[in-house]
C-alpha cells in the first residue's frame, strides 16, 4: 500500500515537472524590461524568450514576433534552445517509462523484479532531465544579472529575471526529486529482496525434535 502510494506521488511530480518544463520552453517571460534610472517607460514591458519576444503595452495589446534567425540571440538563449528540447524529451520519456513500470500497470510476462528495473531506469532519466533542465535557467540567470551590475552595458538593455525562470526552478527540482522518489524506492526493494534471500530458513520445533530422533536411532542402528 504504502509503496504504491510512493509510485504514485513520483509519478505526479514528475509529470508536474514534465508539464512545467514544456511550459518553460514555450514561454517569452526570460527575460523581462528593468525599469531603472533613466529607462522609467513603465507602460511598455518588454519579454525575450527562447523562440520570440513580447511587447506588452499597458496591459492591453501584446504583440509578439518570432526571431528571424537563431544566430540573433544570445550564445546563453541558443544554447537554452537545444537543452530545454532535451530536457522535454527526457522528461516525457521519463514519464512514460515510469507509467509502464508502475505497480498498478499490468503487462505480460513482466515480473516484479523486472519492474524495479524500469522504475530504476525512469528515475535515472527524471534526474537527467532535470538536471539538464536547470543548467539553461542557471545560465541565462547568471547572465542576467551580470549585465545588471555591469556599468558598461547600456540601460536600455539591461533585463531583469523572468517568471520562466522561476517556474523552471520548480520544474527542475520537481523533476529531480521524483527521480529521487524513484530511485530510492527501488534500492529499498532491492535490499529487501536481498535479506530475504539471506535470511536463514526456520524450522519448527517439532520438525527439530523429529529430525534429531531420527538421527539418533540411526546411529544406533549402526553400532547394533
Known amino acids: 500500500m504504502v509503496s504504491?502510494?510512493?509510485?504514485?506521488?513520483?509519478?505526479?511530480?514528475?509529470?508536474?515537472?514534465?508539464?512545467?518544463t514544456f511550459a518553460v520552453t514555450g514561454m517569452p517571460q526570460w527575460r523581462v524590461s528593468a525599469f531603472i534610472e533613466h529607462n522609467i517607460i513603465v507602460f511598455e514591458t518588454i519579454w525575450e524568450g527562447l523562440w520570440m519576444h513580447c511587447i506588452r503595452q499597458a496591459n492591453i495589446?501584446?504583440?509578439?514576433?518570432?526571431?528571424d534567425s537563431v544566430l540573433a540571440l544570445s550564445a546563453d538563449l541558443q544554447a537554452?534552445?537545444?537543452?530545454?528540447?532535451?530536457?522535454?524529451?527526457?522528461?516525457?520519456?521519463?514519464?512514460?517509462?515510469a507509467a509502464v513500470g508502475m505497480k498498478c500497470t499490468r503487462c505480460?510476462?513482466?515480473?516484479?523484479?523486472?519492474?524495479?528495473?524500469?522504475?530504476?531506469?525512469?528515475?535515472?532519466?527524471?534526474?537527467?532531465?532535470?538536471?539538464?533542465?536547470?543548467?539553461?535557467?542557471?545560465?541565462?540567470?547568471?547572465?542576467?544579472?551580470?549585465?545588471?551590475?555591469?556599468?558598461?552595458?547600456?540601460?536600455?538593455?539591461?533585463?531583469?529575471l523572468?517568471?520562466?525562470?522561476?517556474?523552471?526552478?520548480?520544474?527542475?527540482?520537481?523533476?529531480?526529486?521524483?527521480?529521487?522518489?524513484?530511485?530510492?524506492f527501488c534500492h529499498?526493494?532491492?535490499?529487501?529482496?536481498?535479506?530475504?534471500?539471506s535470511a536463514p530458513p526456520h524450522y519448527p520445533l517439532h520438525s527439530q525434535h523429529l529430525h534429531r530422533t531420527t538421527e539418533s536411532s540411526y546411529s544406533r542402528s549402526q553400532y547394533v
Open 108 to 160: 505480460r510476462q513482466s515480473s516484479w523484479p523486472a519492474k524495479g528495473y524500469i522504475l530504476l531506469t525512469a528515475g535515472l532519466l527524471f534526474i537527467l532531465s532535470g538536471a539538464i533542465t536547470l543548467i539553461p535557467v542557471c545560465w541565462v540567470a547568471n547572465t542576467i544579472i551580470k549585465d545588471f551590475y555591469n556599468p558598461a552595458v547600456n540601460v536600455a538593455q539591461k533585463r531583469e
Open 188 to 197: 529499498c526493494c532491492e535490499k529487501t529482496r536481498s535479506y530475504g534471500y
Open 80 to 97: 537554452s534552445r537545444g537543452l530545454m528540447c532535451a530536457g522535454s524529451a527526457l522528461s516525457s520519456l521519463a514519464f512514460l517509462v
Open 4 to 20: 504504491g502510494a510512493l509510485q504514485v506521488a513520483g509519478l505526479l511530480i514528475g509529470g508536474i515537472g514534465m508539464i512545467g
Open 61 to 67: 495589446r501584446m504583440q509578439c514576433k518570432v526571431y
Open 162 to 184: 523572468g517568471e520562466a525562470l522561476y517556474l523552471g526552478w520548480v520544474a527542475a527540482f520537481c523533476l529531480l526529486a521524483a527521480g529521487a522518489i524513484f530511485c530510492c
